[in-house]
Structures are given as C-alpha cells and as structure tokens.
C-alpha cells in the first residue's frame, strides 16, 4: 500500500510544517533572501577606444570576486556574505540583498581582450578593455569588363 493511501493528509501536514518554519523565521527576525536572487547593478559604455564594465558591488572583499574572459564573455562570479556585527542581533528591516552572483557581458568583437584591465575602488569594479585599432579599408578601382 502506497504512503498516500496510508496516510492521506501526509501532503497537507508537510506543507503546514513548512509555514510553521516559515512564520517562526519571520518572526525571529532571521535573515533569509526569501529566494531572491543577488545580482549587482551593471553598467557597461564605451568610447571610440575604449569599453568599460562597471559593477556596483558594495560590501563585496576583492578576494571573494572571480573575473573571467571565456572567448568573447567576460564572466564575473563572486558572494556578498551576510552582515551581521554581532551574532544576537536581530533584523528590523532587511533590504541589502546577499549571496552568490555571476554576471556574464558580452563584449564586441573589436575589443583586444589582451588589454584588459581591472580596477575595486570603494565598492565599484571597473574593467576596462581597449579597442582594436580599426584597420582603414583599402581603396581600389575595379574594370569593369563587358561580355562581347
């Protein structure tokens, strides 16, 4: 005989269990991303010589960040653990989100992915990568032939 036919309110009885967590945790105060997903602010601009990635990350250590190029993605991964000065305070309000992120930009084919450059100054990573020098096209007279 199956678990459900010898226990019907098995399900219903999980899923109460389950609120009774989730109630207890918002009671407490304890922090929690309530299933959010963290994933810093980006900006990304360039010039005629130059493209830059700039990524918001505040209250990230420069140790716990990751920073890629794979072909033509540069694929930045990295956490921003928790805050919490002290182990018994409790939350009033929590709006800061934390966790593990990755962030992939896809970067144009006239970038020299050989220059590139990164720079974590007060909470801001800044990636620059230079352009490749344009090469001029040549100019050419082409005959034009007839048939006859």
């Given at each position: 005989m199956s678990d459900s036919k010898k226990k019907p309110f098995r399900e219903l009885q999980d899923v109460a269990h389950e609120?009774?967590?989730?109630?207890?945790?918002?009671v407490k105060q304890e922090p929690t991303n309530w299933?959010?997903?963290?994933r810093p602010n980006t900006d990304v601009f360039e010039s005629q010589n130059?493209?830059?990635?700039?990524v918001e990350l505040a209250g990230v250590k420069k140790e716990e960040v990751q920073l890629t190029l794979e072909g033509n993605i540069l694929r930045l991964v990295g956490?921003?653990?928790?805050?919490r000065e002290k182990a018994d305070m409790t939350y009033r309000n929590m709006e800061v989100s934390f966790g593990a992120f990755e962030r992939n930009v896809h970067l144009?084919?006239?970038?020299?992915?050989?220059?590139i450059q990164?720079?974590?100054?007060?909470g801001f990573l800044e990636i620059k990568i230079q352009k490749r020098a344009q090469e001029k096209a040549e100019s050419q007279t082409i005959e034009i032939e007839t048939n006859e």
């Open positions: 609120m009774d967590e989730m109630f207890d945790r918002f299933g959010r997903v963290w130059e493209m830059i990635v700039l956490e921003r653990t928790l805050y144009h084919e006239s970038v020299d992915p050989k220059s990164a720079f974590y100054r007060d």
